[in-house]
C-alpha cells in the first residue's frame, strides 16, 4: 500500500471512532504502518496495531488513489 493514497473516512466509521474512542492518528497510524494485515468479508481489509494493552482493528477499502476507512474496534487480541 503506497503513503501517498489520501485516506478518507466514512460517516458511518467517523461516529464509530467517536463511540469507540479511536483517533484520527490512531486509525491512520493502523492503515499506514499495521502489525498485521487480512482480508476481511466484501473485498475489505483488516489492520491490526497493538497500542498499549489494546489492539486497534480497522476495516478499510482501497481504490487506485484511496484508502476508505469503513470502521474501527478496539479489542484484546
Known sequence: ???EKIIFISSHA???M???HITRAEAESTVRTPDLIEPAKRGRIRAK???G???LHV???ETPTA???VTGYWGKK
Open 14 to 16: 467517523h461516529i464509530r
Open 59 to 61: 476495516f478499510y477499502k
Open 67 to 69: 484508502i476508505i476507512f
Open 53 to 55: 494493552d489494546n489492539i
Open 49 to 51: 496495531k497493538r497500542f
Open 1 to 3: 500500500m503506497s503513503t
Open 18 to 20: 467517536l463511540e469507540r
